[in-house]
């Protein structure tokens, strides 16, 4: 009895070893996936290896955001626990596409910023100046020039026609004058006149601009 009883105990001792061996040999074969985005792909690939991973590139993808051969995307997400061995893909920025900055010259200013954001630019500032010789609201001139090489997502500024510019007249002085002939210039000028109210003015003939 005392044989079989001291079996049994080496066995359960022997099973708890083994179950305590095999866990600790479990958790030192596990490894956190290390954050990888906005780094270069040659210093992820130099910590795959020295983590026990496997670094794949799944994709190359245009990103104005990320400059050329930096990690975008990853998978597994940073932080998660993996076997050594275990393939991590991620996803390799190409910068920016190269674009040809297109001609908008002459176009309405509101196709003018579609065409840009069609092509993958972004519309930036838009400066306005009076041009008698240009319609309202036509582009007049861009920047950076069009044919110049460039990036998806830069912006091309654009100088835009107000038109002409409207009539400016310096108002003289009404005083003085008779009512009807200060009306006679007003509406020979193209102007409204407003109520005429009349008030006491000593020294001053009836029917005579006093203000205005």
Known sequence: LLAVLGCAVAGAVGLASFCVALRSDRRSNL???????????EEAVAQAETLGLVFEVGELRHDPGVAVDRIVQQEPAAGTQVRHGRTIRVVVSLGGETL??????????RQAELELRRTGLTPGWEARVHDAAIPTSQVIDEAP??????VSGDRVHRLVSDGPRPQRFV?????????????????LCGFRSRA????????????TVVGQ
Do not use: C, F, N, Y
Not at 31 to 41: C, F, L, Q, T
Not at 100 to 109: L, N
Not at 171 to 183: E, K, R, V
Not at 196 to 207: W, Y
């Open 31 to 41: 490894v956190v996936v290390p954050d990888w985005i906005g780094h270069s792909r």
């Open 100 to 109: 040809t900055v297109p001609s908008v010259i002459g176009q309405p200013a």
């Open 145 to 150: 020039a069009p044919g110049t090489l460039s």
């Open 171 to 187: 108002m003289p002085d009404l005083t003085g004058q008779t009512l009807q002939d200060a009306q006679e210039w007003i509406t």
């Open 196 to 207: 005429v109210r009349r008030v006491p003015a000593e020294g001053k003939r009836s029917g």
